[in-house]
């Protein structure tokens, strides 16, 4: 049974910082490709960020680029997502998602991909 768990969502002020982190069990991690999607009230999901089974080759999203930063350790089958000068607009539930749909796309549902439950990420401006 493939497991997807985030942690390191919060509050946190416009301008400031959070990292998530993502633990990946029951599949073999570094073989898939890992991405972050993010849902806000009322919006289909995301796609935030992506990364390769080497680390090598990553996306972003328009609206992120340049401030967030993806990474994984295939040795502990973890991906982060470094997010910084954090943007009222950031708000929402952040997904960690393995063998992740189209990161270029919104989706309308978690049918595609291993998910988690979600962090939650709110920026008070």
């Known amino acids: 049974q493939v497991q997807v768990v985030e942690s390191g969502g919060g509050a946190v002020q416009a301008g400031g910082s959070l990292r998530l982190s993502c633990v990946v069990s029951?599949?073999?991690?570094?073989?898939?490709?890992m991405g972050w999607f993010r849902q806000a009230p009322g919006n289909k999901y995301e796609g935030v960020s992506c990364?390769?089974?080497?680390?090598?080759?990553?996306y972003y999203s328009a609206s992120v680029k340049g401030r967030f930063t993806v990474s994984r350790d295939n040795a502990k089958n973890t991906v982060y997502l470094q997010m910084s000068s954090l943007k009222s607009e950031d708000t929402a539930m952040y997904y960690c998602?393995?063998?992740?749909?189209?990161?270029?796309?919104?989706?309308?549902?978690?049918?595609?991909?291993?998910w988690g439950q979600g962090t939650q990420v709110t920026v008070s401006s």
């Open positions: 998602v393995a063998d992740p749909p189209s990161c270029a796309d919104e989706v309308d549902s978690r049918s595609f991909g291993y």
């Open positions: 029951g599949l073999s991690f570094d073989e898939y490709a």
């Open positions: 990364v390769d089974w080497s680390g090598g080759m990553t």
